[in-house]
T-cell receptor
């Protein structure tokens, strides 16, 4: 079955630690995206990549980093510079127009 | 610019109809609609493209008025399973495939028996 997978589903981080969220897709989509959702809020764009080995900052990129070394993978690192990282992180991918989401990772900072 | 959704929340009884609106201050090429249930990821419902016809998905359909830069989502004969938060998304870059979306703040729909 084709789809988008994210791992882990839940992640707990101590202050000052970097953590990496995984996102993999087997849909052969060119573009991939990372969004952040806070409770009761909409989705905000962190980073996006329209092609392998290239990515751009979104609206709230500070404290985050990404890489796009393979078409199917777009990991997100939440660094210690991100002051309020507790949120629901959603990865998405698209081919031309329709954009589909993975199941998400819920990150909590202890 | 973030699209504006209305209403913010609506409560329906099973079998009732609802309309959710999404409007933008800039020209649009497409509007995307999603439904998100509590604690889950948004699920793609449909996309409406400029020049395209009204679309439907079971008893959920949508229209897109390009001139008014608005889209409406119609839910008819609502079912309990329709409960959730509905988001519209508009393309960040006009006339560009594979563009990130800008999402509205969502409309919370509750269907009660």
């Amino acid at each position: 079955d084709g789809g988008i997978t994210q791992s882990p589903k839940y992640l707990f981080r101590k202050e000052g630690q970097n953590v990496t969220l995984s996102c993999e897709q087997n849909l052969n989509h060119d573009a991939m995206y990372w969004y952040r959702q806070d409770p009761g809020q909409g989705l905000r764009l962190i980073y996006y990549s329209q092609i392998v080995n290239d990515f751009q900052k979104g609206d709230i990129a500070e404290g985050y980093s990404v890489s796009r070394e393979k078409k199917e993978s777009f990991p997100l690192t939440v660094t210690s510079a991100q002051k309020n990282p507790t949120a629901f992180y959603l990865c998405a991918s698209s081919s031309r127009q329709e954009q589909f989401f993975g199941p998400g990772t819920r990150l909590t900072v202890l | 610019q973030q699209p504006v959704q209305s209403p913010q929340a609506v409560i329906l009884r099973e079998g009732e109809d609802a309309v959710i609106n999404c409007s933008s201050s800039k020209a649009l090429y497409s509007v995307h609609w999603y439904r998100q249930k509590h604690g889950e990821a948004p699920v793609f419902l449909m996309i409406l493209l400029k020049g395209g016809e009204q679309k439907g998905h079971e008893k959920i359909s949508a229209s897109f008025n390009e001139k008014k830069q608005q889209s409406s989502l119609y839910l008819t004969a609502s079912q309990l399973s329709y409960s959730g938060t509905y988001f519209c998304g508009t393309e960040r870059f006009l006339n560009s495939g594979n563009t990130p979306l800008v999402f509205g703040k969502g409309t919370r729909l509750s269907v009660i028996a």
